[in-house]
């Protein structure tokens, strides 16, 4: 068993054995990656095929991850989960693998790790042999899109597998690839809208708050900060300069309000809008804020020195802070929802943003947030007029 065609499935084997009625009837009940290996792992041995370890891979769609895998070990607690990045294709780990085979279009591949018909002709089979490993078969799992992961299968008992373990290994193999297919694709779908909504919008909208107009008042301090003369970068910058730019001071940026328990709602362009939501007490969730902003402007400081001895342009911005009600939920189109905020306090942080050019100031607060946060932390820089803004207001900077 080299490669070539699979042999042929028998359904039949889907409710005579338990675990494959276990795989068939789920009852409803949803297993992520993990718990459904070790799952089946524990009721393969229980039908005693000689399992010592088993590795599933699965393609991701992450912009870090190209794939992930879940390992389970015979005698060991849970499994281990492990991500791998894009440069992964072109490690020797992988090029003299069998799981590039796999990849490549290969059937299935069964290799002896005992006794003189031994054939370690890939890395990691020298690897298990030299850990008592006797016997490995590594499977495609095919999905229903066409594309290919792998599920591999270690003994160690002498001799192997028997055929009859391989046989029933096969006839599960449609079931598990179905099963795999719908927690992996379940963990993509999660994994994706934490990138591209952020935590708390991805949980209610994998929970079915997706209805148009369905929004809630919240009170929360708000974070609006947009990078000063893009414009003119962009225009004398490279383009793959100023992306890398880009990235560089939104990765400065939502590391800290990420570790504050903030929310990036969204990036317009080179601006980025975030919240703190309020959870009983105002004075956290400013003082959260206010931190995440310090932290951005070290981090921006620490950024700029390297840049400086590179004879790179610095990146500046300025962030404005504000506390309020905002409504938040699902607004837009029929065909294309955002999942955002709006209302006066996002605007009133906008327009303070605005005034940090005016003002020469990297932070600016309004009265509302710096009484919250404590007037100590913060000095005022005046009374001023913001755009749309009915009444004066006073501002509030760091401490230069």
Not at 76 to 93: H, L, N, W
Not at 325 to 353: C, H, K, P, W
Request: charged fraction near 25%; aromatic fraction near 6%; include cysteine.
């Amino acid at each position: 068993m080299s490669g070539g065609a699979a042999t042929a499935v028998n359904p039949s084997a889907w409710t005579q054995y338990p675990v494959g009625a276990w795989l068939a009837e789920h009852g409803g009940q949803r297993l992520d990656l993990g718990q459904l290996i070790g799952g089946l792992c524990d009721r393969l041995l229980a039908e005693r095929v000689p399992l010592w370890r088993v590795v599933v891979g699965v393609n991701s769609i992450h912009p870090e991850v190209a794939a992930r895998s879940v390992v389970w070990e015979r005698g060991k607690q849970g499994v281990v989960r492990r991500d791998f990045s894009y440069s992964m294709r072109d490690a020797d780990t992988y090029v003299q693998s069998p799981v590039r085979l796999i990849h490549e279009g290969a059937g299935a591949i069964r290799r002896r790790l005992e006794g003189p018909d031994a054939q370690l002709d890939f890395p990691v089979l020298k690897e298990l042999a030299g850990k008592g490993a006797t016997d490995y078969v590594i499977m495609p799992i095919l999905y229903t899109t066409g594309r290919i992961n792998f599920i591999s299968w270690t003994s160690d008992r002498p001799g192997g597998f028997s055929k009859a373990n391989l046989t029933l290994l096969y006839d599960l193999l449609p079931l598990i690839s179905l099963r795999v297919e719908i927690a992996a694709g379940l963990d993509n779908i999660a994994t994706m809208l934490n990138v591209y909504l952020g935590r708390e919008p991805a949980k209610r909208v994998m929970a079915g708050t997706v209805r148009r107009g369905e929004v809630e008042t919240i009170r929360a301090a708000v974070w609006v900060s947009d990078l000063r003369n893009f414009t003119s970068l962009s225009d004398r910058l490279p383009a793959p300069e100023v992306v890398r730019l880009l990235d560089t001071y939104f990765e400065l940026a939502a590391r800290p309000i990420e570790d504050g328990k903030g929310e990036i709602l969204k990036f317009i362009g080179d601006g980025i809008l975030a919240i703190f939501p309020v959870d009983g007490d105002e004075r956290v969730a400013c003082r959260t804020a206010l931190d995440a902003a310090t932290a951005l402007l070290d981090a921006l400081d620490a950024e700029n020195a390297r840049r400086r001895e590179e004879d790179r342009p610095d990146i500046r911005c300025g962030v404005g802070l504000h506390l309020g009600d905002v409504q938040y939920g699902n607004i837009g189109a029929r065909e294309r929802l955002d999942f955002t905020v709006i209302g006066r306090a996002v605007n009133e942080a906008s327009r303070v943003e605005a005034l940090c050019k005016v003002l020469g100031r990297r932070m600016l607060a309004t009265g509302a947030f710096a009484r919250a946060v404590g007037l100590n932390s913060l000095v005022s820089c005046g009374v001023h007029a913001l755009r749309g803004v009915r009444e004066p207001q006073e501002i509030f900077g760091l401490r230069e």
